[in-house]
């Protein structure tokens, strides 16, 4: 490519990243500047180096948010934004169209409910006592369903929510498979199992693999769910780290908020989320997926 | 004659113009100047943080008229009814501006913010304002004062204050049993240190067994942090600050009690292990219908709160089926204990109308007014001569429950208090989910309080 090319793709690429400068990167760069101050409630720029990282070794809380953290991002992501979104769109793309619509029509609502409204309907059903709407369905008088299944409950939350992104890409993959493979596998033989394990799963790895990588960063940084319903509690038992952070800089009762640390928090998980993406692009070869193509079709 | 119709047509039409004219510039010469304040409940009653305010600026502009002065004032008040902490954050968000535009005149907001906000230099010190002012301020109670100091200064001026209380069912009484007269009689057992906190577990738990509440409703608390909880340090014989160095104090024995004690009433069964899930409105109602037995950690200002919208119950029923103490103490003959928040108006360091600001919170701070504020929300008297103000004197409510401000305490202003009050919350929490036992929350939150406040706690 010649100079004028590069200068055109970068043209072209200008709107876009001036975008991610001013809306991802500068933001990302102030945090990280922040992290290594102790700005508290007078916002003063007071640089301490890294005080705030050592006081994350020894703070007490760290261990179980980092396991909590884990078990939130893999669970909802394994259990319901891979594969229930997978089975979602595998099952409304194997009936009729319009019934497949309606389908997925439905599992977008939670989406796009407000996310006030969609905390406020699950503390409603999870409420402890006899008149929440869980506890007066089964019959029970009393039940902390946050109390006692608190990952269950942070899981299951957020995973009706995600897997509904997984659906419609996972559901837009599969009609795109050319519909030859599925009559040759039919003319074959093939069960309804084999033509997914055989020509569907495999066609669509792509649009899982991204799904698997944008949803582990895109459950690393959410909380606003967890805020809402648990609290992160019981007892820090569903405080995430990115809720942690948010809980450190912005959720004190009196004012006497700790954006330094608050902000270091958030950095590692910035890192977190590089070192995450490197593993992602190189596990699933996605160079591979962006490379242009050997053959081409006219 | 045509031009002396003209003529007398052209002199009336100059002097109505000129009459206009003069009374425009007259009235050009009237200047209007815009007091800001952000005020707060969240208690809807508590509107007349903000009414008060708005009826203080009335009468100044009718003194300012009456003597003929060029300048009036309008007061633009807010009145936030979501949450403290919501209320506190976007304040903070903009003082830390430091921008006229966004920032108020007079805030609204509670004693523990003087420490953070005059250190920020975001308030302004009020002694002098104070000094000016003599005449009104000086039967302001004296304990008050305190709240409102910061590193000897006087940086509030005091709104009003309330007490926490023990709310029980006098109707769940008379099911169990009790005669007329030893319901009455139980505050002054609680006065005397003849109810302990003991006394109280066990009659919740009379009431589960007899069944005149239902498992898990006899005993119920607030479901959030806050100073009540301080309470429960103060009646175990701890303390939450050092006098002398003014640092906060991690009090392991009294704590470790207290928390013992949550224990106990999840294990009797009165109280729910999942209180700290059970919305406030939630709370209220099942209180209000008379489904709970004893609420722990209630203030004063519920009284006025359950008789609006949406609970509508009755003075005359609270009179009937609803009384107070204060919390009980942990041992016989001990003495029970309150805590008490008390509200102040703060001048903001950028306010363009210092003066003015002051002046309208100097007469929003009248007896009348302040009295309309304590009556119609349940709060109690900021100064001596409202106790001999008729509508107070003769307000039954106000009168009885002022008594429990003999056995009150205040939390200390300190930066970091929020932060103290906020993780024993968890650590209560904790224990009564069933999470964590006593001992570990309690080693787990002593470990919190280190590593936050460094050398700022002592661990007792």
Known sequence: MGGSAYLKIFLFLLPAILFTVIFFITPAVITTIMGFTNMDYRFQWNFVGLYNYFKMLVDPLVPKIILTTFVYTFGTLLIFNVA??????????????????????????????????????????????????????????????????????????????????????????????????????????????????????????????????????????????????????????????????????????????????????????????????????????????????????? | MKSLKSLISFVLVVIFVMSVASFALAQEEVKTITIKAWTVGPDDPSITRKTNLEEAADRLNKYLEAIGANIRVKMDATFCTTKWADFKRSNLLALQSKDPEKIVDIVITGHEDIGPYAMADYIIPLDDYVAKYSEVYEDFFPALWNCAKFKGEIWGIPQDTECRITW????????????????????????????????????????????VVEKRKGIWHRPTPGTDWFQFIFSYGGEISDPETGKLVVDKNATLKVLQYIKKLVDLGVTPGAMSQIAWSDIHTAWTKGEVGIFLTGGSWNWAEWQRDPYNVSEEDEWKNIGWFPIPAAVKGGKPVSVSHPIVHLITKVSPHKDLAFLIVTLASSIDLNTKHALGSGHLAIRESQLAFRPYAEAKYAKEVTKVLRYTNFAPNHAKAPFYWETLFEAIAGVETGEVGPEEALNFWVERMKSELGDQVIVK
């Open chain 1, 84 to 298: 229930f979104g997978l089975i979602l769109a595998i099952l409304t793309t194997s009936i009729k169209e319009k019934n497949g619509i309606f389908f997925r029509t439905i599992w977008l609502l939670p989406r796009f409910t407000p996310p006030v409204v969609y905390g406020v309907i699950w503390l409603w059903i999870l409420s402890p006592m006899k008149e929440g709407l869980l506890n007066s369905f089964l019959g029970y008088d009393y039940m902390p369903w946050i109390s006692n299944f608190p990952w269950q409950v942070i899981i299951i939350t957020n995973g009706f929510i995600g897997a509904s992104m997984g659906m419609i890409i996972f559901a837009s993959a599969i009609k795109s498979i050319s519909k030859d493979y599925l009559w040759a596998a039919k003319v074959d033989g093939a069960s309804w199992l084999q033509e997914i394990g055989y020509i569907i799963l495999p066609m669509i790895r792509w649009p899982v693999a991204f799904i698997t990588a944008y949803q582990t960063l895109s459950l690393l940084t959410s909380y606003e769910y967890i805020l809402l319903i648990t609290e992160g509690g019981p007892y820090f038992k569903s405080t995430v780290w990115s809720l942690y952070s948010y809980k450190v800089a912005f959720s004190s009762y009196a004012g006497t908020y700790e954006f330094g640390y608050g902000a270091a928090l958030a950095t590692v998980l910035v890192i977190v989320g590089i070192i995450a993406s490197i593993f992602y692009w190189r596990i699933f070869k996605f160079k591979e997926m962006m490379e242009e193509p050997k053959i081409d079709v006219v």
């Open chain 2, 168 to 211: 029980f069912r006098k109707d769940k009484l008379r099911a169990l049993g009790w005669s007329e007269e030893e319901i009455e009689n139980l505050p002054m057992k609680v006065e005397k240190g003849e109810f302990i906190l003991e006394d109280l577990a066990q009659l919740g738990k009379k009431m589960v067994d007899a069944g």
